[in-house]
Structures are given as C-alpha cells and as structure tokens.
C-alpha cells in the first residue's frame, strides 16, 4: 500500500508543479498587461498632447507643411495606439487561455490531494486493523494462558487436597 502512496504522491508533486507554472505564466501575462496598459496610458496622454497643440496652432500663422506635420503626429500615434489596443487584446486571450488551464491544473491537484489523503485513510485503517488482530491474538494467548495456569493450580491444588497436605 505505501509504495502506491509514494507513486501517487510523486504525480500529485508533478500536478502541483505543473500548477506552479501556470502560475508563473499567468504572473507574467498580467505584468505584461499591464505595461501594455500603461503604454496605452502614455499614448492617449501624448495624442492629447498632441491634439492641443494641433488646436492651438489655428491662433498663429503656421504653414501647411507644419499642419502637416502635426497630423502626422497624431496619426503616428494613433497607429501606435490601435498596435497596443491589438497587443492587449492577445494578452488578454492568452491571460483567459492561462486561467482556463490553471483552474484545470487546480482541479487536477485537488483531485489528486483527494486521492493521496483517501489511500492514507486506507493504509491508517488497515495498519490499525492488523495491530487490532495483533492485540487481539496477544488477548487471546494470554486468556489461554491463564486458563491453563488456573487449571494447573486447580489440579495441584486438588492433588494437594487428596494427599492431604
């Protein structure tokens, strides 16, 4: 029974470090979420930066290839923009994809734990059964014993009587 206890917690320390890496992967989606999101922070702050300044050009005389300029500015951002809102949406998959296979890995462990701990309750069971057996037997003998001591001192004593001692 033990060495099936040992096999078993082997593939449940396996399920469990499985569980860790997804874990690790999840942790590092999330940091990359974020950044993501923070690049996308700076981006909408940096177009409306941007796009005042664009404004504030119609109160002074500039040329076209100024405007021009300007507008490719903001387009350029907006390119970069809509590259991260894109980035962000396949880390968010794969941070979905991630959580998916981590609450799998989580039921496979729990599952497992639950196993382990049944075939420990067996094994306690079965121990306590053949130490149960083992005290019974040593109960028994020790009965016997007794019996045959009583029925020794019975004879002697009985013998002991007819002689008249």
């Known amino acids: 029974m033990y060495p099936?206890?040992?096999?078993?917690?082997?593939?449940?320390?396996?399920?469990?470090?499985?569980?860790?890496?997804?874990q690790v992967i999840l942790a590092e989606e999330r940091r990359e979420e974020d950044v993501v999101l923070q690049k996308l922070d700076s981006l909408g702050k940096e177009k409306n930066g941007a796009v005042d300044t664009f404004r504030g050009e119609a109160e002074r005389t500039v040329s076209l290839q100024e405007i021009w300029l300007q507008r490719q500015t903001i387009d350029v951002i907006d390119k970069y923009i809509d590259k991260s809102r894109e980035?962000?949406?396949d880390v968010r998959r794969r941070i979905t994809g991630t959580e998916m296979r981590l609450l799998e890995r989580h039921r496979d462990v729990r599952l497992m734990e639950?196993?382990?701990?049944?075939?420990?309750?067996?094994?306690?069971?079965?121990?306590l059964g053949v130490e149960q057996l083992e005290l019974d037997d040593v109960g028994v003998t020790r009965h016997v014993r007794s019996l045959i001591d009583v029925a020794r001192i019975n004879a002697a004593y009985s013998r002991n009587k007819k002689e008249g001692v």
Do not use: P
Request: glycine content about 0%.
């Open 4 to 22: 099936r206890i040992q096999r078993f917690n082997r593939i449940l320390r396996l399920r469990e470090n499985y569980r860790k890496e997804e």
């Open 87 to 89: 980035n962000l949406s």
């Open 114 to 127: 639950t196993y382990v701990d049944h075939l420990k309750t067996d094994a306690e069971e079965e121990l």
